[in-house]
Every structure is written in C-alpha cells, then in structure tokens.
C-alpha cells in the first residue's frame, strides 16, 4: 500500500486520546489495505465469516508486541492504525486501533472491550466462544496480540471483569474510485525491423603448399688450387730460396780454393828466435 509521507508526518500533532477517533481515521487512511482483505475473501469464496475475521486478526498478531515506554519513551501512546503498521508494532490499544480500523472497514459490527490493564475487540456474530452482550448485542473476543487466538478465545491471563465497552459503527469500504478518465500516452509506430539478410559462409584461406626444400650450391673444394698464376709465384719463391744455399756452397768450395793460400798465415816452429815479435 502506499502511504503519503506528509500525511503520516501530520499525526505526530494529532491529539491522541479518543480510541474511536483513532479507529474512525485509520479507516479511511488504510482503506488500500482493507480492499487487500477484500480481493483476497473474492478468491477464497469457501471461507465463512469466521475464517475473514480470523485470517484478519492472524495478520495483525503476527506483528511483534513492543511497549510504549520503549519505542517512544511515554507510558501510554496510542498508535493511529497506519503508525502501527510502518513502525512494525505496537501494545495492545495499537494493535487494536488497527483490527478496528480493518474489521470496520470490511462492514463489521465491533466495540472496543476494556479490561483491566487490557484492550482488546468484540465482534458481532454468528461465532461460538467466550463473549459479551452490551445494549441487546453479543460480542465475541478478539485478542490481537500474540499468535493463534481465533475468534471467542480468551486467553487465560485475561481476566473476565469487563470494565468497560464501546461500541464501534460499521462504515465498509467501497471499491477504489476510478479515475475520471484514463489517457493512454501514445506511443510511435514501432519501426519496421530491418532483418539483415543471411550472410554467406566465408570460403576458408587456401593454405599454401609447402615450398619443396632448394637444393644447396655444392661447396667448392678448397684443397685445390683454381690460381695459376699463385702456383707459379710460389713455384718461384721456393727455387729462390733454395738456389742461395746453393750458390754459396759452390762458391765455397769451387771457387775460393785459389785464393786461400794468400791469405793463411803459417807459423814457423822450427825457428830458434825466442823473440816474440819475430815473424
């Protein structure tokens, strides 16, 4: 359901003492909520009206119970219906407001029943159960909080002393209002599509063959001498380097016989002279 948040704000001024009241606003400030129960009660036609008013009351108990001096620092604060369902919670005069405010909406005879230290709702019906009657009218209990109380149970810490009753009027909801008149925003023709068209299959790359291996140039043989005219230089150096030993051995022994004996000096042993500086 969706809540207006600066209506929601507005209730932290609203005076807070009136239970009826209280009931009375949540009626209409929940009325989303109330047709929730009534679309679902549409879908599910076998129920009696004991199975609506207790799948009612199944969803206010499973709200957790939290006190008033805790959550909001006051030792009495009465919740408005749609307080209680945003901070998730409440007492019992909360969770009562709130299955008021349902049960009344849904076109249900209710009053509020005081008991010591308590609160909790009568509804008026064809139910078995504990309940009470007030100005010709019997009410049934309705404990709202815990889980798994139905209607025409009282739960044992509940005492029977009724204090006080406060009956309640039935105002059902009516169905959501429809609008005056509803535009339909207009939208631009949706575009023809353009489909592309099947795209031929790509014809793989031909792999290219493998080159056939080039035979290798046949290496020349360097043992070989392919130069003339190196062979013939080196032919040469070699005669020339061996015709000079040879020439000199010949002039050696050929042609400086002749001319040895001029210059041998001989000695004369045979001479008698003692003298030194004799020839």
């Not at 109330?34 to 879908?43: A, D, G, L, M, V």
């Not at 609008?179 to 068209?197: G, H, M, Q, R």
Request: charge should be negative; charged fraction near 25%.
């Amino acid at each position: 359901m969706t809540i207006d948040l600066e209506r929601y704000n507005s209730y932290s001024g609203k005076e807070r003492y009136d239970i009826p009241k209280l009931v009375e606003e949540g009626r209409t400030t929940i009325s989303n909520l109330t047709r929730e129960f009534q679309r679902i009660f549409k879908q599910n036609r076998s129920w009696n009206r004991q199975d609506r008013v207790d799948f009612v009351l199944s969803f206010v108990q499973s709200l957790p119970y939290t006190l008033d001096d805790v959550t909001t620092g006051f030792d009495e604060f009465r919740r408005y219906a749609v307080e209680t369902l945003i901070e998730g919670g409440g007492d019992c005069e909360d969770t009562t407001i709130l299955v008021a405010a349902i049960l009344r909406g849904l076109g249900e005879e209710t009053a509020l029943i005081f008991t010591p230290g308590h609160i909790a709702l009568g509804v008026s019906g064809d139910f078995t159960g504990a309940s009470l009657t007030y100005d010709g009218t019997k009410y049934f209990y309705c404990e709202t909080t815990g889980t798994g109380w139905t209607v025409g149970t009282l739960p044992a810490s509940v005492g029977k002393t009724v204090e006080a009753i406060v009956p309640l009027s039935p105002s059902k909801v009516g169905p959501a209002p429809k609008p005056d008149k509803v535009t339909t925003p207009e939208v631009d023709p949706t575009p023809d599509i353009l489909v592309p068209e099947p795209q031929k299959p790509k014809p793989e790359p031909k792999k290219p063959k493998p080159e056939e291996p080039k035979p290798e140039p046949a290496k020349k043989n360097t043992s070989k001498t392919s130069n003339p005219v190196g062979m013939v230089i080196a032919t040469l150096f070699i005669l020339v380097g061996l015709g000079i030993p040879i020439a000199y051995v010949v002039y050696r022994f050929v042609f400086a016989d002749d001319n040895d004996d001029d210059h041998d000096i001989y000695y004369d042993d045979t001479s008698e002279s003692t003298n030194p500086l004799d020839w």
